[in-house]
């Protein structure tokens, strides 16, 4: 896709909730053309994306930031090379070098001890809960989809 | 004739400009691209270039860390991609090693992170020659270079003299480490053998020729735009403007032609833009290309002049293992990207044998690319943000490097290329040791507890053992020795097997200590360069 082709529908919806779920914040044109372009490079060249789990987690992911939360966590312990959680850190790259973007994902949480243990712990807990609703969801899926990772990395 | 421009063919070229000869240099000789918005911070990048993504993840994206479980924290971003790239034909296959090459002007320490440390005695105990012959040229090229260091607890293992010019400032994170050690000092060298000194770094803390101090921009991994950071590109300034020095880029040295009495008569190219076969002539050869590559020319010119396959053995590497840690003080300050982003910290482990020294450096985490860190983290995305930015200041890895000696089970050798296109592939076959695993676990576990004392939190199962081959030490296949063996070189570096080869590069060390080799690769050098015969 050539920067000035016009972004599909489908790949600009998924651009912005994977955006809205890593950084809090609207997508803009810039990001969203990177994206659009990058977005192939981020497949494996032998795809897994047939396999039912990958299209289920791709699926969820679209249904709003809690699914996707659950299907990147489980992605994350049972899938770690899947699809979804490629193009998410495709995104992240990207909007963590993107103006407007990168100030929030570069920056620290400033505070005192206290109250930023309070922060780091809740974000674990609801990481956690989101694992486990994700595994009562996916591993069915998984199972049923033959429960082998990924095959080998191979860059396009 | 030199061949290559890295750390040790640099210096050995000026060392030999000095004392009256005249030198050639062949080189590939891949090209820095020009430094991008020069006065610019890391931050400011990502906000004044037109286009940051690109710069910072190559048109291509090639710069997306994707997982992987054997990836270091930190990569080589695009910008560094030429210090990599090999030319086309240069072909190698390996086991249990990922050797890396480097063709660029100024070879791998266009991608180093500055690290110089002196050998001493007992490092060079099994060299055949002592630190006394070797004291006067790391001098030499302190000075050349600009080595940061101070007066620390490192110096038993790391000599310290005059040369050094002031360290940078430490940041925050590196401040309140140091500071907690001299509180703890004693308690962590008795019982842990843990002493921790500054990083001795060939960064400017001021200005040296053309060179600007350091700026403290936070880009330094991206390549530095005031060249605070040494690169031995530089040095080849200084040689190109020599009037008794002569430049060749642009050409790929295959193999050195040689008599029936092992006398080099001349040294075999492809030139690069038209892949014609140039062949150029000296009276002494120098091959300062790196282990393997130097390796493979001699290889190559065996094949070539006997149809034999020689095998080199004795290929040594640093294994390198990253420990990332938490020191719990800093987390709620404010992280400060526009810093040196590199090393201000190394540190020692002492072991009963002296050679089993374990060499380290600590990089407190400022400027980086979040996305390969944080999908480390076991936790889905967002949360990983969330607790990577809650834990940023307080975030640094130990990169932990271990000793290697030479086995006859880690060899090169060559073999005819499958193309039959009368050229050959290099092939790596890397032997561990079988005590390696024991070593290391010590190693880690001792770097562990020293951490621990410290009050830094060491989280389980974050600690990577990274590829073989990614520490670039590459060492030992043409090793000096006092008698011949193979194809070793006597203690000035001449060939006991070419009359008039130097062996100038890695490959000439009898031993890999953990200490990063270069330093040293650059004083060798500059000492064989001295007892070139005259006239």
């Known amino acids: 896709m050539s920067a000035d082709a016009p972004i599909p529908d489908d790949i600009a919806f998924e651009c912005r909730a994977f955006a809205r779920f890593l950084a809090n914040s609207e997508t803009t044109p810039y990001v969203m053309s990177h994206y659009a372009q990058l977005r192939p490079t981020a497949a494996l060249s032998a795809t897994t994306s047939a396999r039912i789990i990958e299209r289920g987690l791709l699926a969820a992911a679209?249904?709003?930031?809690?699914?996707?939360?659950?299907?990147?966590?489980?992605?994350?312990?049972?899938?770690?090379?899947?699809?979804?959680?490629?193009?998410?850190?495709?995104?992240?790259?990207?909007?963590?070098?993107?103006?407007?973007?990168?100030r929030h994902l570069n920056s620290s949480i400033e505070g005192s001890l206290p109250m930023v243990g309070v922060r780091v712990i809740a974000s674990g807990l609801a990481s956690t809960v989101c694992l486990l609703l994700g595994i009562v969801i996916f591993s069915p899926l998984h199972l049923f989809s033959g429960a082998a990772d990924a095959p080998p990395v191979h860059r396009h | 004739m030199v061949v290559g421009s890295g750390a040790s063919g640099v210096h050995f070229a000026l060392t030999a400009l000095e004392n009256g000869h005249d030198v050639t240099m062949l080189d590939v000789g891949n090209e820095r691209p020009s430094p991008v918005s020069p006065?610019?911070?890391?931050?400011?990048?990502?906000?004044?270039?037109?286009?940051?993504?690109?710069?910072?993840?190559?048109?291509?994206?090639?710069?997306?860390?994707?997982?992987?479980?054997?990836?270091?924290?930190?990569?080589?971003?695009?910008?560094?991609?030429?210090?990599?790239?090999?030319?086309?034909?240069?072909?190698?296959?390996?086991?249990?090693?990922?050797?890396?090459?480097?063709?660029?002007r100024g070879g791998f320490a266009e991608a180093w992170t500055g690290g110089a440390y002196a050998f001493n005695r007992d490092d060079l105990a099994p060299f055949p020659l002592s630190y006394d012959d070797m004291c006067r040229h790391y001098a030499i090229v302190s000075r050349r270079i600009g080595i940061g260091a101070t007066r620390d607890d490192l110096e038993p293992f790391i000599p310290f003299d005059?040369?050094?010019?002031?360290?940078?400032?430490?940041?925050?994170?590196?401040?309140?480490?140091?500071?907690?050690?001299?509180?703890?000092?004693?308690?962590?060298?008795?019982?842990?053998?843990?002493?921790?000194?500054?990083?001795?770094?060939?960064?400017?803390?001021?200005?040296?020729?053309?060179?600007?101090?350091?700026?403290?921009?936070?880009?330094?991994?991206?390549?530095?735009?005031?060249?605070?950071?040494?690169?031995?590109?530089?040095?080849?300034r200084e040689c190109i403007a020599h009037p008794r020095f002569r430049y060749v880029a642009g050409v790929l040295v295959r193999h050195f032609e040689y008599d029936d009495h092992g006398a080099v008569t001349g040294v075999v190219a492809r030139r690069m833009h038209d892949r014609e076969t140039v062949r150029f002539d000296g009276d002494v050869y120098a091959l300062a290309a790196g282990a393997l590559s130097s390796s493979k020319i001699v290889l190559d010119a065996i094949y070539r002049h006997s149809g034999t396959i020689a095998v080199l053995p004795g290929l040594m590497d640093n294994l390198q293992i990253h420990v990332p840690f938490l020191t719990p003080h800093m987390i709620g300050t404010a992280v400060q990207t526009a810093s040196y982003q590199f090393h201000h910290l190394a540190f020692g482990v002492t072991r009963p044998d002296p050679l089993d020294y374990v060499h380290g450096q600590i990089t407190s985490l400022k400027s980086a690319s979040v996305h390969p860190i944080v999908q480390s983290?076991?936790?889905?995305?967002?949360a990983a943000i969330g607790v990577f930015r809650a834990l940023r200041p307080g975030l640094a890895v130990a990169n932990v490097n271990l000793p290697d000696r030479r086995r006859q089970s880690s060899v090169l050798t060559v073999r005819p290329s499958a193309d039959g296109d009368d050229e050959t592939e290099l092939v790596v076959r890397y032997g561990e040791d079988p005590d390696e695993s024991a070593r290391m676990q010590s190693a880690v576990r001792s770097v562990?507890?020293?951490?621990?004392?410290?009050?830094?939190?060491?989280?389980?199962?974050?600690?990577?053992?990274?590829?073989?081959?990614?520490?670039?030490?590459?060492?030992?296949?043409?090793?000096?020795?006092?008698?011949?063996?193979?194809?070793?070189?006597?203690?000035?570096?001449?060939?006991?097997?070419?009359?008039?080869?130097?062996?100038?590069?890695?490959?000439?060390?009898?031993?890999?200590?953990?200490?990063?080799?270069?330093?040293?690769?650059?004083a060798n050098a500059s000492r064989i360069a001295e007892g070139l015969p005259r006239g």
């Open chain 1, 62 to 102: 679209r249904l709003g930031s809690l699914p996707l939360r659950m299907a990147d966590g489980y992605a994350r312990f049972f899938l770690p090379r899947a699809l979804l959680r490629r193009r998410l850190l495709l995104l992240l790259a990207i909007l963590e070098n993107s103006p407007g973007s990168e």
């Open chain 2, 39 to 104: 006065h610019a911070s890391f931050d400011q990048l990502k906000t004044e270039l037109p286009d940051p993504v690109s710069y910072f993840l190559g048109a291509h994206g090639e710069g997306v860390v994707y997982p992987s479980t054997s990836a270091s924290y930190y990569g080589h971003p695009p910008s560094k991609q030429y210090v990599f790239d090999v030319p086309s034909g240069f072909d190698v296959t390996s086991s249990a090693m990922t050797p890396r090459f480097s063709f660029a």
């Open chain 2, 162 to 236: 005059e040369s050094y010019r002031p360290s940078l400032p430490l940041d925050p994170h590196s401040q309140w480490l140091w500071d907690r050690y001299h509180q703890r000092r004693d308690r962590l060298q008795q019982i842990h053998g843990f002493h921790l000194g500054r990083s001795r770094v060939a960064t400017l803390s001021h200005a040296l020729g053309d060179r600007k101090a350091c700026g403290q921009l936070g880009r330094c991994l991206w390549g530095c735009p005031n060249e605070a950071i040494y690169s031995p590109a530089h040095t080849l």
């Open chain 2, 377 to 382: 983290l076991p936790l889905d995305l967002r």
């Open chain 2, 448 to 522: 562990k507890r020293a951490l621990s004392a410290l009050g830094c939190l060491v989280p389980p199962g974050m600690t990577r053992v990274l590829p073989r081959g990614t520490s670039v030490h590459y060492a030992g296949t043409m090793p000096m020795a006092s008698a011949r063996d193979g194809y070793s070189s006597d203690s000035n570096g001449l060939s006991h097997a070419f009359r008039n080869l130097y062996i100038v590069d890695g490959a000439n060390l009898p031993f890999l200590p953990s200490k990063n080799h270069t330093f040293t690769l650059m």
